[in-house]
């Protein structure tokens, strides 16, 4: 990877980082946890992703690898803990 494909890459992480956190400002409170739980569930587009990453092929360093299992690790804990969440408030409107 050149120097242009790797400016490349960090300019496309500063303008969606920006338009992550513009996004996420402009939900009000009482949308918020609902929306995020919702769309940590999408984050398992991530797990593969990351599978991916600690694939067995040879051309693969031990240093992707190990970033890879890590990604796999933190994708894994947001995705139960959206379900989670989720869990939580559709019990908040059950009736007793």
């Not at 490349?8 to 939900?27: M, N, P, Q, R």
């Not at 609902?34 to 599978?51: C, E, H, K």
């Not at 990453?53 to 040879?58: E, F, K, N, W």
């Amino acid at each position: 990877m050149d120097i242009s494909q790797l400016l490349i890459l960090i300019y496309v992480l500063v303008l969606a980082t920006f338009a992550g956190i513009e996004l996420i400002s402009k939900v009000p409170p009482t949308l918020h946890t609902p929306l995020m739980s919702g769309s940590n569930a999408i984050s398992g587009v991530t797990i593969v992703g990351a599978i991916l990453c600690t694939g067995t092929s040879q051309e693969l360093s031990s240093v992707s690898k190990i970033i890879g299992m890590g990604a796999l690790v933190m994708a894994t804990i947001n995705v139960v803990g959206g379900y989670m969440v989720t869990e939580r408030m559709l019990k908040m409107f059950k009736k007793k």
